[in-house]
């Protein structure tokens, strides 16, 4: 029991770091809109309590932004990674001084306190770690760039405050930096001096080309190495050759992947859904996801130069259409000798695909109920699906 309980505990950890973080939005928002103030009787103190107060308001975007972090770390933390461990303490350690800080009661922390003794017990079990991420030079400057551009137009604007039409906190200083460095310029703010209108240019062009350039640099590598990741494991199934073409994750295709990984055989998994595809990467198959239905993604799986297609997934239905564009595959391919083997679960169905040109046609379930009678009536000969 004990060690049924360890073994779902980071489970338990990442549902109240969930939780945790949709109290803390739900918390900020209401600091930032007032929300708890909605219920006022007169239409006239709505208007008042929704004015803007900086301070409340502040603190308010703090609770999103730790709630938000603390939604994002749940995953990591259910996948029992040591570095989103490590991340939920320090996130967890700064609300709690967050909240001290304002002076709230007990019930306002009670869940970061949880969770920190909670991580602290159960510790042992986040063993899986990332690979370390360096940061190269060009990101490091650009992340210079992004904070001193941010320091240049907000310092800047609340200096020069008075020759600013609307500026007159550090609020309004950094509105008008994110404004114009997003280009959105809703011209509510204006220079009204010369010295002020220059300044405004500057922003946009020392402003506006650091900030932009620098999300260049720091955004434009992921998107890159994702589609090289996308076309590299295309790339990769296309030399395969010989292998076994899998479609669908399931009960029965957990089942065919254990049978070909003790005979050495190589496979390749087609899944739609994104979830199941993550877990089956993590656990290191080789997966294409996409829907098997769809030539272009057997073509993907290099379903020419297999030995095999095995379409297991739930549904007759499916199975039948994966079928059938398999067949059309084979039969316009310059290699017509991979063989396709079907699940059919309801008996009704087999006739209708035996017609279009399977080779095989399996009923998991009819062959396992024939293999039990024939168990218990003592016979010895394996079922036949007939």
Request: aromatic residues 10%; glycine residues 8%.
């Amino acid at each position: 029991m004990k060690q049924l309980f360890f073994r779902y505990a980071p489970y338990l950890v990442a549902v109240l770091m969930v939780a945790n973080g949709f109290y803390s939005v739900a918390a900020g928002l209401s600091e930032v809109f007032h929300l708890d103030r909605y219920l006022a009787d007169e239409l006239d103190e709505v208007r008042d309590y929704l004015k803007v107060v900086p301070a409340p308001q502040f603190g308010g975007f703090v609770e999103v932004s730790l709630g938000i972090a603390f939604v994002l770390l749940g995953k990591g933390l259910a996948e029992r990674r040591r570095r989103a461990r490590n991340g939920a303490i320090a996130a967890l350690l700064l609300n709690i001084t967050y909240q001290l800080y304002q002076g709230l009661s007990l019930k306002y922390w009670i869940l970061s306190a949880s969770g920190l003794v909670l991580l602290g017990i159960f510790r042992g079990e986040y063993t899986r770690t990332s690979k370390r991420y360096r940061w190269n030079y060009a990101e490091v400057i650009a992340v210079i760039s992004i904070v001193f551009a941010l320091t240049y137009g907000i310092a800047g604007v609340y200096l020069l405050r008075t020759e600013f039409k609307g500026v007159e906190s550090w609020t309004d200083a950094v509105y008008f930096t994110v404004v114009t460095f997003t280009t959105l310029g809703y011209g509510d703010i204006l220079p009204t001096s010369a010295n002020a209108k220059w300044f405004a240019v500057s922003m946009v062009s020392i402003g506006i080309g650091l900030f932009l350039t620098a999300l260049t640099v720091l955004v434009g590598p992921l998107i890159e190495n994702r589609l090289k990741g996308v076309f590299a494991v295309v790339s990769k199934f296309q030399k395969t050759v010989n292998h076994m073409v899998v479609c669908g994750h399931t009960a029965v295709s957990e089942s065919i992947v254990h049978e070909l990984q003790s005979r050495n055989v190589p496979f390749v998994i087609i899944e739609d859904c994104a979830d199941a595809v993550a877990v089956l990467s993590n656990r290191g198959f080789d997966v294409l996801r996409g829907d098997p239905t769809e030539r272009e993604v057997l073509d993907g799986a290099n379903l020419p130069g297999a030995a095999a297609v095995i379409i297991a997934t739930d549904s007759d239905a499916v199975n039948t259409l994966v079928a059938l564009t398999a067949c059309a595959l084979r039969e316009e391919g310059d290699r017509n000798d991979f063989r396709i083997v079907v699940r059919i679960e309801n008996e009704e169905n087999v006739a209708k695909v035996q017609g279009i040109g399977v080779d095989e046609i399996i009923s998991p379930s009819t062959l396992g109920g024939r293999l039990m009678a024939q168990r218990a009536l003592g016979e010895t000969e394996g079922a036949s699906n007939g």
